[in-house]
């Protein structure tokens, strides 16, 4: 198929010009977490096998394929209670505009809640406080190619926030799925996220009065200047995910999913993940493990855990979803969503 070989053609070069590691020098790391309880139990091997709202946030090509109860449109808000006492809230919403094309929008909020601000003379705090907080709004359309193949695109407002300092750029995430007829149904998918423009702060923290001259007397000394601040980049990343079926029956399914990821300020590293459903027409159970950044050993936790569940009720299809992960030396973290589908 020469679209696919098109699109493999841009995502290795993507992958190639991203694989020098430079670790800790991106701004807007928020982007990273994904979104929603099944991606995350599943050690955000979820590139391959995200769909409806949830492929908002993982791979925009997803957004277009129907739940497996037939539901184009969806709905889902999710709670990260993350570590240090912030909060990540992600929401998304599909809505198909024809009898293929679906429209999405999504928004992440990450609140790091309001703190005090200590100086050296004072480091219980001068009686002052700040908040910070990061937000992402986007726009998606995805659409199938082929019976088999669906393709889609985000633009996204990027914007960083702390204290009176502000901080906000554009991005593009892009990816497809590709449903083969071999072993069951495997899906190969690929997505690029986070391309976009560089993020710099701006506001009064960096205004600041300078005399231009101090050699004359005569010479102003309060005359406004800006300190200029360094743009940073985005966590662009770039994904190849698989979705292999080892099991599938009439009612039960268990799938093991890879995704080999590459970003611009890390090393290649692999996210692995096995999911066991139990459908009917009425209900879905789904079991989940994860196992994130295989190849990294710069990183807090790997594991991660899951479940979900989701019922029809009156034409309309509830679902709510749980993920668990354990850190070793931070505080574990509890993801928990609600989903409508109709």
């Given at each position: ?48 096998t ?8 993982w ?10 109860s ?22 998304g ?11 999405g ?17 004072q ?22 190619l ?11 407002l ?51 009065q300078?005399?231009l ?25 770039f994904?190849?995910?698989i ?5 599938k ?35 879905s159970?789904?079991?989940r493990?994860?196992?994130k ?17 989701d019922?029809q009720?009156s034409?309309?299809?509830?679902g ?22 109709f």
């Open positions: 198929m020469r679209q696919l070989s098109i699109l493999f053609a841009v995502f290795l070069v993507a992958g190639s010009a991203a694989a020098q590691s430079r670790v800790g020098t991106t701004a807007a790391n928020f982007l990273t977490l994904g979104g929603g309880a099944p991606g995350a139990s599943l050690g955000h091997a979820y590139t391959a995200a769909t409806g709202a949830d492929a908002l946030f791979n925009p090509g997803g957004a277009a394929i129907a739940h497996r037939g539901q184009r449109s969806g709905l889902f808000f999710s709670n990260n209670k993350w570590i240090a006492d912030i909060n990540f809230n992600t929401a919403l599909t809505i198909p505009v024809n009898r293929s094309a679906v429209v929008l999504s928004v992440a909020s990450l609140d790091y809640g309001t703190m005090k601000v200590r100086t050296i003379s480091p219980e705090g001068t009686g002052e406080t700040f908040s910070a907080s990061d937000l992402s709004v986007g726009l998606s359309y995805a659409m199938p082929t019976p088999n193949f669906y393709f889609g695109g985000t633009t996204k990027v914007r960083q926030s702390i204290r009176d300092m502000r901080a906000r750029t554009m991005a593009i995430d892009v990816g497809f799925v590709l449903i083969t007829d071999y072993f069951n149904g495997l899906k190969v998918a690929a997505s690029i996220m986070n391309f976009g423009g560089k993020m710099t702060m701006e506001g009064i923290n960096s205004e600041i300078v005399d001259d101090p050699s004359h007397d005569g010479s102003s000394e309060s005359i406004p200047a800006r300190i200029k601040m360094d743009g940073w980049d985005l966590p662009m990343s994904k190849f995910g979705s292999l079926p080892v099991v029956t009439g009612s039960s399914e268990f799938v093991l999913l890879a995704d080999a990821n590459q970003t611009n300020d890390n090393n290649l590293n692999a996210d692995l993940g096995a999911q066991f459903s139990y459908m009917t027409r009425m209900l159970f789904n079991a493990a994860g196992y950044d295989a190849f990294l050993d710069n990183v807090d936790s790997h594991f991660a855990y899951g479940a979900g569940l019922l009720l034409g309309v299809r509830f709510f979803d749980y993920a668990y992960v354990p850190f070793d030396l931070l505080d574990s973290t509890q993801i928990m969503d609600f989903r409508i589908y």
